[in-house]
């Protein structure tokens, strides 16, 4: 697949989670000892701001975390209209958009309007400098999710207004050992035609095409063993593994996320030392065990456990005890 599109994706940015922030930071600091997390308003000075072309005045209090290659924002937002009502009163909240830097965002919206994406907000005069900027787009029918570009300020983000936990609290509780992110997951109906506009309408790729499921030695879902098969479609933007998952048979988690809300950012897989210890504490914790697969990799030895975390952290986390080349 040759790329078509004129943009020039820099890299990833984060992925963007929609909930109220003390409590879903708390969640991912307390049991995974995921922070430290620093907290800025967007909307808070001059920022400019459209929501389907009409101008609002939009406030979003936001938190940002680094796991290895991977930025999480957790967004609340704080006035009305903003873009996140539909998750939010369809959901409560839940993974919402994937963020790429883009070198000029004018230049890369006027190439997205070109190709057909609809923008839907926009930000413009992020930053102490005030040239950041972020606009998302239509993108969820061809791509999954949507999809933001984001230009970023050349002075920097905004300073945070708060850190948690505070400095003097870094001592972590979790018992939970997280090594870093595997790759974020979204949930998608075709993986190939879904690579396919990554590719062509933003340069992402090359893909790998994979089917995953055949090959494991044991699957379960909800503690049952069962057999399934997703086509998965890989590809690294900059540092960060992205997977975009077709469900081709079999119960999983990721059918169910397709069956109850359609396309999306279904999860992120995070690498943990010892899997048996850490599916204990997510146990003790109150997570359900939603599924699991063992026996996958070029060693046979890769396991892989998905836990119901989706409402206190908006997201499907997955912990794996990944092989060396899996």
């Known amino acids: 697949m040759e790329k078509q599109g004129k943009l020039e994706i820099r890299g990833a940015f984060h992925i963007a989670i929609i909930k109220e922030v003390d409590r879903t930071i708390e969640r991912f600091w307390n049991d995974f000892g ?17 929501l389907r072309g009409k101008p609002i005045f939009g406030k979003v209090r936001a938190a940002v975390t680094q796991v290895g290659p991977l930025m999480i924002a957790v967004d609340q937002p704080l ?31 006027e190439e997205m309007e070109r190709m057909g994406y609809k923008e839907i907000t926009s930000a413009y005069g992020i930053g102490p400098s005030g040239d950041g900027a972020g606009a998302y787009f239509d993108t969820i029918g061809h791509m999954g999710t949507v999809i933001e570009l984001a230009q970023l300020p ?7 207004e708060g850190v948690f936990p505070s400095p003097d609290k870094l001592t972590k509780a979790s018992k939970i050992t997280i090594r870093g992110a595997v790759y974020v997951a ?16 933003l340069g992402i790729g090359p893909w790998k095409m994979v089917t995953f499921g055949p090959e ?86 890769g396991e892989a456990r998905c836990f119901d975390t989706e409402k206190s952290l908006g997201i499907v986390i997955e912990l794996a005890n990944v092989s060396d080349g899996a």
């Open 216 to 301: 494991v030695k044991k699957a379960t879902y909800r503690k049952k063993t069962v057999s399934f098969a997703v086509k998965r479609a890989l590809a690294q933007v900059g540092p960060m593994a992205l997977a975009l998952e077709q469900p081709l048979s079999g119960p999983s988690p990721l059918q169910d996320f397709l069956d109850q809300n359609g396309q999306g950012i279904q999860r992120i897989c995070l690498a943990v030392d010892a899997l048996g210890q850490a599916t204990e504490e997510m146990q003790r914790l109150g997570y359900e065990e939603l599924g699991a697969v063992y026996g996958f990799g070029p060693k046979g030895d």
């Open 79 to 109: 006035s009305r209209p903003n873009p996140y009502e539909e998750i939010l009163d369809q959901r409560g909240g839940g993974a919402h958009h994937l963020a790429l830097i883009v070198e000029r965002l004018d230049q890369a919206t």
């Open 154 to 160: 050349s002075g920097g983000m905004p300073p945070p």
């Open 34 to 50: 995921i922070g430290p997390w620093q907290i800025i308003t967007i909307g808070a000075g001059s920022e400019r701001m459209t």
């Open 186 to 201: 979204i949930a998608v109906r075709d993986a190939g035609k879904a690579a396919e506009h990554y590719q062509k309408d």
